[in-house]
């Protein structure tokens, strides 16, 4: 591996690519180990209720099994802050599917059929499990996801939009969605001399590693948990989860080494997924469409075993001027499981909201779609009253309409109409929040002339293993392949989750600082050279971070994209999606664009493919698996490009705004607005498929 | 309930065979429980970890291997089932540490993130390239008697769309496989 100088900037192909290619990259369950055991997690059967009767014998009873964990039989575990997190530990069922019992066999064979075997009697009670805008339980919660406030006001909302020439209100509806990982949840847990060491497929360790030091009452330096390679996440590897909990309670139990990975089906569920969303949105503007008043009010679910509030109404409080202005959430909590991040919590289903009504509001003022929102650009944060860090939203929408070759077109829906097809384009912001988290890193030199830089990020396919040896190397002013960097693993200097698309931007500045601190170091003290048992310089860029300007900063984007609708059975095409994103500075551009037209692939999948069906009998979704739970196959994506335009905004010093998650924010709208200016029909609420459209096209 | 003690208080399970596999050239001689899939037995007995398990169910494509020259998933096949077969997975791509055409593509084109799929992928891809080369025509084939009108995006799409990838790396996956068969002469 080298780079020449300025590796940032240039594309550089993963560092892991070769051990990805050849199949010996390790993930979570595929360490090595002497004497493994193999885990099995049981799921509950019933939405509600108390387990009544445990019996375990004829799993017990099937040959290779070596024990079975209740919660009559499991480890006790010590209280933490997600109750989510005391498995086995009381006989409460809150959701269906809930792990109730964890079954350790000899083989892989014999846990599946122990698991089989497990027989639990429950005590139902009548459940609730369909979001409602009625729901009796709906309640405001005291923040939404991470800490935003759930409610704002400014201005006088409800005289404006009573003012206003043009009036929209309308309800959108989005359904769960399932992260769905290609790797499912796993862990590998072994106990030796006291100390627990587990292999994670995580976001982020260190949080692993606290949390089992609490459940476990161990110190944390006797934990170690690595995630070398993590088969993605998208959000629900962020939080620690079930999986290293239960290997531990389990290696521990029996004595040996387990491995425990869930199986597809058992994901939809206890590891997170997004919550459906009911988003009512209100758009009050003059008839050259510029907006007087803005509303919008979310209501989405959290479980009763501890609350998540989607932050879905909080990209509209940044993204368009208008005077008069409001946004609340409301939750309601249901016996269903507790619902989490999946990439651009928030942003996500609310741009598609947002979006829709935006482009509804173009039609309706008959403006152009792209100038709509150029009118309603602000320089200044509307809410906050001050000026952006850096808003480039207008240079990304006129920079798209170029590309994508916007300018001539006809704004009559449902009127072109190419063989079997109808053919249309639609357009759609996107925003999401620049951060720059505080971390810990170290950079050593070698007196061989090597450098090692350690920092405890977690790339889970995002290419930060090798954006940050890109800083680290500009940042030593030496050749690449004099630079080696350690990630994922909990040992190594903490950081934070890969998580909020903050992982360059906050990852990379502790790693530039370390670089740089020990270059200096060596150039002062040393002439250039490591010492003869080598320098090592560890940084925290925790007060720096804290020190940033504190101006409102984000990331902006541009989706525009082409749909085919076949005029007589509805099937839905999109031969065209085109990105062009704000991020600031682009430290790898192949792996970032890999990312952007990722997030967009995944917006997609959310508009045309993704829905969780929920039969309210049982309290469950019935599309439990990759045959039933569709998402974006090969064939489905045509051609996609994303592009980024010149974004100067050193609010964080190395410029970097983070590009994980924007791609998903306004890609589903983007389709929609496509659907609606092919067809005319103005499809609500997500997934848009043939059934939807078929009776309703126009005549062929 | 719980046993710690080794293998060998288990009771001769009655349900075992022998199966003999070549993988990647080498031949094994394995005593599997009948249950163990294909997957497994390469995972869990040969330490073959490049294969990967998505789902189980033949739903996603991360487990696909070359079973006697063809792809399969390997999630699917009982191992007992395979006896004497010739199977070739990821790890058996590269020779003498020299990368596989559409491995270094996969490389050069971002054809991965996560990584987890990439195995299937690169497996699925050489199975069908050989599909394709045997005249074979899929949905998209515009004349099925013709046969494929060969190695376009729409049938790459097409025949790849049993691996599931959901970083989405297709484009890239699409491209990448095209250059690596233009090396080899595949039009």
Redesign the interface.
Known sequence: MSAPAAAVGRAH??L????????????AV?H?AD?LAYGWAVQATVAKGRIVRVD?TAA?RE??V???LTHETAPRLNPVESPELLLLQQPRVRYRGEIVALVVA?????AR?GARLVRLDYDTEPHSSVLTERHPSLYKPDHVNPAFPTDTCVGDFDAGYEAAEVRLDQTYRTPAYHN?????HAATAYWADGRLLVHDSSQGTNDVRSTLGRLFELPAETIRVTAE????G?GSKGTPRCTPVLAAMAAR????PVRL?L??QQLFGPVGYRTPVIQRIRLGADADGRLAAICHDAISQSSTIEEFAEQTAVLTRTLYAAPHRRTTHRLARLDVPTPSWMRAPGECPGSFALESAMDELAVACGVDPVELRLRNDTEIDPEEGVPFSSRNLAACLRDGARRFGWADRDPAPGVRRDGRWLVGTGVASAIYPARTPGASAEAAAGPDGTYQVRINATD????ARTALWQIAVDALGVPGDRVAISIGDSDLPPAYVAGGSAGTAGWGLSVDRACRSLRRQLDERYAGTAPPDGLSVRVDTTDEAAGLPRAPRYAFGAHFVEARVDVDSGEIRVPRMLGVFATGRVVNP??A???L??G???GL?MALHEEGLLDQRFGDWVNR???TYH??????????EAYWVPDEDRGNPLGVKGLGEIGIVGSAAAVANAVHHATGLRLRTLPIQLDKLVDRLPVG | ????S??AD??E?PYRSPVRLSVNGRPHELDL?N??TLL?AL??HL???????????G??G?CTVLLDGRRVKSCLAFAVAADGADLV???G??EDGH?HPL??C???H?A????????GQ?CSALGMLDELRQGWPSV?TPDLAAGPDGLT??E???R??G????????????SAIREAAAAEGVR
């Open positions: 192909p993963r892991e690519g070769r051990a990805k290619v050849t199949g010996t990259a390790r993930y595929e090595p004497g375990t017990e040959p290779g070596l024990a079975v000899e083989s892989l064979e014999a059929e769905n990982p290609m790797e499912p390679h993590v088969g993605g998208f139990q029996v004595g040996r990975a199986t597809r889970i396919g995002t290419g192949s792996t664009r890999s990312q037209i990722g967009m692939t995944m999948s698996d990759l045959a998402v974006t196959a090969c064939a489905d994506v045509q051609r996609i | 309930m719980v046993r710690t080794p293998r288990l009771p399970p429980d249950r163990t497994d995972r869990e330490g073959l970890i490049g294969a990967k398990k998505g789902c189980d169910h739903q996603c991360s997975s990821v790890e791509l590269a990368l491995q270094s996969f490389v050069q971002d991965f993130q996560c990584g987890y799929c990439t195995s690169l998209v995006e729409p790459i799409r097409e790849m769309s691996n599931i990838c959901r970083c989405a790396a297709y484009p890239h996956i699409v």
